[in-house]
């Protein structure tokens, strides 16, 4: 075969899939509604299957672990970001008075003499 011939083929199939798609999917065509008929005749033992499921998972000690510590996450987040305006505040204090801020150069060089 060709390049051109398969080209042409490849084309062809393209075509083909497209105008299958578009008669098949898309607002009010026959494959959603067969598929909303699908899960409506078993929306009963999906649901049953489904609630096991997360019922398993939920109960599990990994899964308690996991929201206790996205939680403890959140929380601590939060918790700094209404503190940065505090922060902020009391830095500019100190960046404000002459004497605070010459003993804290004082105390961050002697921190990096002992350190070094």
Not at 23 to 44: C, H, M, R, W
Not at 53 to 71: P, Q, S
């Amino acid at each position: 075969m060709t390049d051109l011939e398969k080209q042409i083929l490849g084309q062809v199939q393209t075509s083909i899939a497209k105008a299958v798609s578009s008669e098949l999917v898309g607002y009010n065509k026959p494959l959603n509604k067969l598929v909303e008929k699908v899960v409506e005749e078993n929306f009963d033992e999906v649901y049953g299957i489904m609630n096991k499921a997360f019922k398993a998972v939920v109960r599990t000690e990994e899964f308690e672990k996991t929201i206790l510590l996205e939680f403890e996450h959140k929380v601590a987040k939060m918790l700094v970001g209404q503190m940065s305006g505090h922060v902020e505040k009391a830095v500019n204090r100190v960046k404000q008075d002459p004497t605070l801020k010459a003993k804290m150069i004082l105390a961050i060089e002697n921190i990096i003499d002992t350190e070094g």
